[in-house]
């Protein structure tokens, strides 16, 4: 028995709908994530710090004033090392020389695109390694019954021996065994994020074999080894994404501490940050503005790749996501 | 938990097994060998060989790796090449320096971590929040050895509140027992020694923390929010407890659990830094002497102290998950 | 007077950037001493933002706001500064969880949980308080108290915990207990023993009881007045009989009619209320059941309904009410109080996604009973 106009029952649908609608924005867990990302300041701040340092790194080194392995100081004279003399900023140099005279700010931004390089190739050597390793764990675990769980046993005793030696340790080691150069710290550095990779996309997998849907479509007959790469493996893959992310900070950090440690380039002819700042030390004395450049570049940088991480971490975490 | 002990100190032999193998075939494909080291380019090749059969280096790696074993089990782990001494006598000697460091940032790091973790927690979204989660994400992005090189130009070199190298100060002669200077100097009652000491802790001890401190600030601001939420607290304040109470055993006991974990992991992952402070401050622990030991291929030094580093990480850990089922009763230990 | 007068409370949360929810639209309801209350409504009507506004235990968050009044034995609640809100809290006014397993510190042993309410009231320390805490467990029923006082809450069962939750709310002998959906947790069996118990301690110490629950069966073996609830507002108040003889509000009417009984004829089926309880208008804009009343006529919509005081005491707010056999319309009514309703604000329910962060408002977990 309604007794009600049509115009109010309009009214009435059209409120009720109102408040019901923005429930039907369910999107996919990526999209969702995303919508949350660009929401969180931190995310923002993040992402401009490193497409301002992408930006740098590939477009900068076209437009420096001077080569980053031009001796100019010197050349005019300006750079007496002998003398403690090295000249800082002015406006021809606008962040002065360093102690064979070259031109800071160009080696800044050279240094960009090797520094970058030296933190993507070291976090892909990890990712690649550690995802093989962790992803045939994982799946042999979650998925391949008696035999599965040795290989995974063999596999996860050998990460733990990984993880055993202190890293900076194992760096070093890989480091001496191909001797000091760039390629060197890239492979010694990605050594390193072997173990955090492997177990994270192990622990993950294992915790998605275990999900109703790989039960369901075990159940359904579906092959195992489809199941694995087809269902298992794209879902686990968030918090590795997440943690490579949060790797290029390490990398390009850790890094350094090689070069410091004098494993880097021995050949400062190319600029890299991690480089610069520790042949900064020696003049630290005469002048310590040559280390800071480098360091606070180096901070920014994985400032940026740190605050992004963890955005899209707690972008991406179910339990935040209520 | 008797039975827990001794099956994880069981897991501990395979472990180290694989780890022996992985490291001596590893290090004897290291280019160049300890001859190298020590004739440096000059050596001829008939001093080489002479070199390296003195060491037993000629053998085959197999059979070098059987007396390895056989030795290890007695616990002898042999000379160091370079300095000659018994590898046992090198690490005591060293590895207290490194472990007064390592507990020094520990102390540092938990000790300001978790009352920064729990204030920001707290106060949410203000200026200490803010400042404090800026603060550790910069922590965590600056280079450690940077850190220590800052920390020694403003506080030792400008300032000179604090001495810039070294552990202890030579002249002061102080007595030595346990190699634990701070220790030895409370023991032997040399007050002076252990005060030099100490002070000769604080910068490196300040910039090896500064990770675990960042770390350990986040985590703990994290784990009291999420208590914080939890339905006990509410519960707690139901029954009109003082804030004192709430606080203390309601929300920190169970906001310390994930706080425990890592600090476990962080002092197993300290050692790393540990070398770089050590070299910046000239801090004689094991750091500096691991590095050097790689590039001269002292092979027994290296051998010996990573499998006993690897050991005491074991037993770190071991004794963070046993101090975890005294905090959480939840969790048995089988 | 009453022991608890609650006029006029609302609660909102304000968000930035989004639109201000209001969870408690105006709630008013009064507690005699001794007397046993029902807060009745669906989830998401309000009645545990009620309950928390009332104790002061809303998560301090900027952006919340509780406006109104809860006046008990004399002093308003909502102005009391943070202290003497605690020395009140669990001596005077106690309160019971829905939950049992997340209400209670995992990592303390529950002696602990029960003594510190008396060391903190009642200051009574060491042995004495251990005695009165041993007291106190096996007055609610659990065997064994000594050996209990010592374990943990995981190792006790579902029904086990809350009674020892029960322990500690009427630890102080309460003037006033608020049970937000004690039973909700527990398996039904358990829920019959929980009910009792709680009858029994109400009668025999005088204590008032504010039942909270969605549970009809609940409110018709405990309650003597009933306020149903939807969307933030008392929408109708009753002593118990005749609510469930006569029920005058739609939503009321619905309520009873989707519960199955089983005096029902065989081919009479359940009278599921259609929609959900976010189908809902936002009050200013008229009555906040309206898109789901089977009742609704044009009034519904423009103006929030009236609250209609009828002479045997009860009261609606609704412009269509059911009809009662042998009474005119407007025969009974009493008084008349408007309707009101601050404008701009939307219901709670309103608002599907991210709803106010208030611990114990989500769906309750499933219940485990491990014995």
Not at chain 3, 144 to 164: F, V
């Amino acid at each position: 028995m309604t007794i009600i106009s049509g115009k109010k029952r309009e009214k009435i649908d059209r409120l009720a709908e109102l408040a019901a609608r923005e429930e039907e924005r369910g999107v996919s867990l990526w999209q969702d994530a995303f919508r949350r990302l660009r929401r969180n300041p931190a995310a923002i701040v993040g992402a401009v710090i490193l497409a301002i340092f992408v930006l740098v790194a590939v477009v900068g080194p076209f437009f420096v004033p001077y080569g980053p392995t031009d001796t100019i100081g010197i050349r005019e004279g300006v750079v007496r090392v002998g003398q403690g003399l090295i000249p800082g900023h002015s406006a021809e140099h606008w962040l002065g020389y360093d102690h064979q005279g070259r031109d800071v700010f160009s080696r800044m931004i050279v240094g960009a695109r090797q520094t970058l390089l030296v933190g993507v190739v070291a976090t892909l050597i990890g990712l690649a390694i550690g995802a093989l390793i962790g992803g045939v764990a994982g799946a042999a675990a979650g998925l391949g019954g008696r035999w599965g769980r040795w290989v995974d046993t063999v596999l996860m005793r050998f990460i733990d021996m990984l993880l055993a030696m202190p890293s900076l340790l194992l760096a070093v080691s890989i480091a001496a065994l191909l001797g000091p150069s760039l390629t060197t710290v890239m492979i010694a550095v990605g050594m390193v994020s072997v173990p955090v990779f492997a177990r994270l996309l192990r622990g993950s997998m294992i915790a998605q074999s275990n999900s109703d849907y790989v039960l369901a479509a075990t159940s359904l007959g579906v092959r195992k080894s489809k199941i694995a790469l087809a269902h298992v493996l794209p879902n686990s893959l968030a918090p590795v994404i997440v943690q490579a992310t949060l790797t290029l900070a390490t990398a390009i950090i850790e890094a350094a501490a090689l070069s410091f440690l004098g494993l880097g380039n021995p050949d400062s002819a190319t600029p890299e940050w991690g480089v610069m700042l520790a042949d900064a030390q020696q003049w630290i004395g005469i002048r310590p503005a040559l280390a800071i450049y480098p360091a606070v570049a180096i901070i920014i940088t994985a400032l940026g790749f740190t605050l992004l991480g963890e955005a899209m971490r707690e972008a991406l975490d179910p339990k935040l996501r209520k | 938990m008797f039975r827990f002990i001794v099956r994880r100190l069981l897991q501990l032999i395979p472990t180290l097994f694989g780890l022996s193998i992985l490291l001596f075939i590893w290090l004897r494909r290291l280019p160049g060998g300890p001859e190298t080291a020590i004739l440096g380019e000059r050596g001829t090749p008939e001093m080489r060989a002479a070199i390296r059969r003195n060491l037993g280096l000629d053998e085959p790696t197999l059979i070098q790796y059987g007396r390895f074993v056989r030795r290890m089990i007695r616990l002898d782990l042999g000379t160091s090449i370079s300095t000659k001494r018994e590898v046992t006598t090198e690490f005591l000697q060293r590895f207290p320096g490194t472990v007064e460091l390592t507990i020094t940032a520990m102390v540092i790091a938990i000790g300001i971590g978790i009352p920064l973790g729990y204030l920001a927690a707290r106060r949410r979204g203000r200026f200490l929040d803010h400042a404090s989660v800026g603060g550790s994400l910069i922590g965590i992005c600056t280079p450690v050895f940077f850190l220590a090189y800052i920390l020694k130009a403003i506080f030792s070199e400008n300032l000179g509140w604090f001495p810039s190298s070294g552990r202890q100060d030579p002249t002061i002669g102080a007595t030595r027992i346990t190699n634990f200077f701070v220790l030895d100097g409370l023991m032997t009652r040399e007050w002076d020694a252990a005060a030099d000491a100490l002070m000769h802790l604080v910068l490196p001890g300040l910039a090896l923390a500064s990770i675990p401190l960042a770390i350990i600030v986040r985590i703990t601001r994290a784990s009291v929010l999420e208590v914080l939420n939890e339905d006990f607290v509410r519960t707690a304040e139901a029954k009109g407890l003082t804030e004192n109470v709430v606080r203390r055993r309601h929300v920190l006991r169970n906001a310390m659990l994930p706080v425990a974990t890592s600090i476990g992991l962080l002092t197993g992952g300290l050692l790393s830094g540990a070398v770089l402070t050590e070299t910046v401050f000239a801090f004689s622990g094991i750091g500096a002497f691991l590095a050097d030991a790689i590039n001269q291929r002292d092979y027994p030094v290296l051998m010996g102290f990573i499998m006993i580093i690897a050991v005491v990480y074991v037993l770190v850990n071991l004794i963070v998950d046993l101090s975890y089922s005294l905090i959480d009763p939840r969790v048995r230990v089988r | 007077m009453a022991l608890l007068d609650v006029e006029e409370l609302s609660v909102t949360f304000a968000r930035r950037g989004q639109r201000t929810v209001r969870a408690v639209d105006g709630v008013s309801f009064s507690v005699d001493a001794g007397e046993v209350v029902g807060l009745v409504g669906e989830s998401g009507c309000g009645k545990s933002v009620t309950s928390l506004a009332i104790m002061g235990l809303l998560p301090k968050q900027p952006g919340l706001q509780v406006a109104g009044k809860a006046v008990f034995d004399g002093t308003d609640l909502l102005q009391l500064d943070d202290r003497s809100r605690r020395d009140i809290r669990g001596r005077d006014v106690a309160m019971i969880f829905q939950d049992p397993l997340s209400s209670l510190n995992p990592v303390v042993p529950i002696g602990i949980q029960v003594t510190e309410v008396l060391t903190r009231h009642r200051g009574m320390r060491g042995e004495t308080a251990a005695k009165e805490a041993a007291q106190l467990l096996d007055r609610v029923g659990i065997p064994d108290p000594k050996r209990r006082l010592k374990e943990y809450p995981h190792q006790l069962s579902g029904g086990m915990r809350q009674r020892a939750l029960i322990a500690m709310a009427v630890a102080c002998q309460p003037r006033l207990l608020i049970a937000d959906e004690p039973t909700t947790a527990l398996d039904v069996t358990i829920q019959a023993q929980i009910l009792e118990l709680l009858k029994e301690l109400v009668r025999d110490s005088g204590t008032a009881l504010v039942m909270i629950t969605h549970d009809l069966g609940v409110v018709a073996g405990m309650c003597d007045t009933i306020n149903v609830l939807y969307g933030g507002r008392v929408v109708e108040t009753a002593r118990r009989r005749p609510l469930f003889r006569q029920p005058r509000h739609p939503y009321t009417v619905g309520l009873l009619g989707s519960v199955p009984r089983l005096d029902a004829g065989r081919g009479e089926r359940l009278n599921p209320i259609p929609g959900s309880v976010r189908d809902l208008l936002p009050w200013p804009d008229g009555c906040a059941f309206a898109p789901r009343c089977a009742r609704r006529v044009d009034a519904c919509v423009g103006e929030p309904p009236e609250l209609v005081l009828t002479h045997d005491g009860r009261s609606y707010r609704c412009v269509n009410p059911a009809p009662v056999p042998g009474l005119t319309p407007g025969e009974e009514v009493r008084e008349v109080v408007p309707g009101q309703a601050t404008p701009g604000s939307v219901p709670a329910q309103a608002v599907p996604a991210d709803p106010p962060a208030v611990p114990g408002l989500a769906a309750a977990p499933s219940e485990e009973e491990t014995p």
